[in-house]
C-alpha cells in the first residue's frame, strides 16, 4: 500500500536475524539480546501505532508501553507464534484500548485540505477502478499527508487491519494471529477498509 512508509521501514524490518536465538537469550535476561529485539522493531511498531492513532506523541508513549510489556511478559511468551506477532498484538490491542477511551479523530472535511494539484493528483489515481489500494497514492509526496488523514477517519478496526496489510505488508495469516480472528474476517475488514478509504478520498475532490 503506502510505498514510500514501506521503502521507510524495509531496513527496520528485516528478519534475517535468528529471532528465536534473540527471544531465548533475552528471556534468560540477557538484555544485550533484549535490546537487539527493540532496536529491531521499534520503528515498525511506532509506525504502525501512528497510523492507527493518528497522534505523533500519542503512537510514541504506546510503542514505550508496549515493548516494557513484551519484556515484562517474555516469560509468559511460549512460541507458538512468532515474536513478531506476539509483540504487533500487544502494541495493536494497546492502541485499540487507547482509541476506544480516547477518540481523537478530526470530523473536518477532507476538502479544505486538498488545492487544485492535490486534487488532480488523486483523480488521475482515483479513476482507474483497477486501483485496489488507494493509499498507493501515498507514494506521491504531493498527496501522501493526504491519504494519512483519510486513513484516520476509518474506524480502528479497518484502519488496523489496513495498515498491517498493506503498510505493515504482513500476511493475512500474520494479521489473523495479530489480531487473534479468522482469516476470512480479516479479508472482508480489509476489503471494506480499502473500499471506504477509497470513498473518503473521491468525496474529498468533489
Known amino acids: 500500500m503506502v510505498k514510500f512508509i514501506q521503502e521507510q521501514l524495509k ?9 528465536a536465538s534473540l527471544v531465548a537469550q533475552a528471556r534468560a535476561g540477557n538484555m544485550a539480546s533484549v535490546e537487539k529485539l527493540i532496536l529491531k522493531y521499534q520503528d515498525r511498531v511506532y509506525n504502525t501505532i501512528l497510523k492507527i492513532c493518528g497522534n505523533e506523541a500519542d503512537a510514541a508513549e504506546l510503542a514505550q508501553d508496549a515493548f516494557v510489556r513484551a519484556i515484562q511478559g517474555l516469560k509468559d511468551f511460549r512460541g507458538q507464534s512468532s515474536f513478531y506477532t506476539w509483540l504487533f498484538r500487544i502494541a495493536v490491542n494497546l492502541t ?26 488523486l483523480k488521475y489515481y482515483l479513476i482507474d477502478k483497477n486501483i485496489q489500494e488507494p493509499s498507493e497514492l501515498a507514494s506521491k509526496k504531493e498527496v501522501q499527508g493526504l491519504i ?45 477498509g480499502r473500499r471506504n478509504l477509497r470513498e473518503i478520498l473521491e468525496a474529498a475532490i468533489q
Do not use: H, W
Open 11 to 19: 531496513t527496520a524490518g528485516n528478519i534475517s536475524i535468528d529471532e
Open 148 to 192: 494519512l488523514k483519510a486513513l484516520e477517519k476509518l474506524d480502528p478496526q479497518q484502519r488496523a487491519v489496513v495498515v498491517l496489510r498493506d503498510i505493515e505488508q504482513m500476511s493475512y495469516n500474520e494479521i489473523a494471529e495479530t489480531l487473534d480472528m479468522e482469516i476470512g474476517t480479516v479479508k472482508s475488514r480489509i476489503t471494506r
Open 96 to 121: 485499540f484500548n487507547f482509541c476506544k477511551k480516547n477518540s481523537k479523530v478530526s470530523f473536518q472535511s477532507l476538502q479544505e485540505e486538498t488545492d487544485e494539484e492535490t486534487n488532480r493528483q
